[in-house]
């Protein structure tokens, strides 16, 4: 069966500094993988995804992720962090084999402190 | 362009009643799938719906149904609520093979 895995409930980090959201993932065959984030009372909001080539991928508002195969990871990143990427923030891998539903993970909250 | 849109954005409902939620897919979609948001977790894959049929469906039980209509917008119904069922339902529309999924806001249900 397929599951995402967020280890950190919650992250914290100074405005300006580096951020990583960590995700690791279990599904079978090739993954498509995604980040979504989520703000108080709205829905989830499409920030990137990795469907095949470059490991690299750049998304929106500054965020990447890097695809690490060997390490079934799939972390979030942004160089400088600014107080509005306060949110919560879900990855989720798309199952092989049919649909096109996600498995979510539970998510990361950031914090990022002025 | 108007995004993905859902009504109610929030109702209250008593145990053993039924519910209904709508949603309207973005322009363009015509794959509409329909997750459960529990307090504190991930969305939860509900069931998807394409040229009007149930495509795929996860764990929940018969008491959650759905409908797709010909203008691809969708409705998820509820029946013998629970307590259990208080939750952020939320419907993503995509197109055809397409990806990502895009989201709307979402139904915020509390059942009492």
């Known amino acids: 069966a397929q599951s995402v895995a967020q280890p950190e409930d919650q992250v914290n980090v100074a405005e300006g500094n580096p951020l990583t959201v960590k995700c690791t993932y279990s599904?079978?065959?090739?993954?498509?993988l995604f980040w979504y984030v989520q703000y108080p009372n709205r829905g989830l909001q499409f920030l990137l995804k990795?469907?095949?080539?470059?490991?690299l991928v750049k998304g929106s508002y500054g965020f990447e992720a890097e695809f690490n195969k060997s390490q079934t990871s799939f972390h979030l990143k942004k160089p400088s962090a600014l107080v509005s990427d306060s949110a919560l923030y879900f990855c989720?891998?798309?199952?092989?084999?049919?649909?096109?539903?996600?498995?979510f993970g539970p998510g990361t909250r950031l914090s990022v402190l002025p | 362009d108007a995004g993905v849109t859902q009504s109610p954005t929030h109702l209250i409902k008593t145990r053993g009643q039924q519910v209904t939620l709508r949603c309207s897919p973005k322009?363009?979609?015509?794959?509409v799938s329909w997750y459960q948001q529990a307090l504190g977790q991930g969305p939860q894959f509900i069931f998807q719906?394409?040229?009007?049929?149930?495509?795929q469906r996860g764990n929940f039980p018969d008491r959650f149904s759905g409908h797709q209509f010909p203008n691809y917008s969708s409705e998820l119904n509820v029946n013998a609520l629970l307590l259990g069922d208080s939750a952020l339902y939320l419907c993503?529309?995509?197109?055809?093979?397409?990806?990502?999924?895009?989201f709307g806001d979402g139904t915020r249900l509390s059942i009492l």
């Open positions: 599904v079978s065959g090739n993954p498509y």
């Open positions: 989720a891998v798309r199952p092989t084999g049919g649909g096109q539903n996600f498995v």
């Open positions: 990795y469907i095949t080539g470059d490991n």
């Open positions: 322009s363009g979609h015509d794959t």
């Open positions: 719906y394409y040229e009007e049929e149930e495509r």
């Open positions: 993503a529309s995509s197109p055809t093979g397409g990806q990502p999924q895009h």
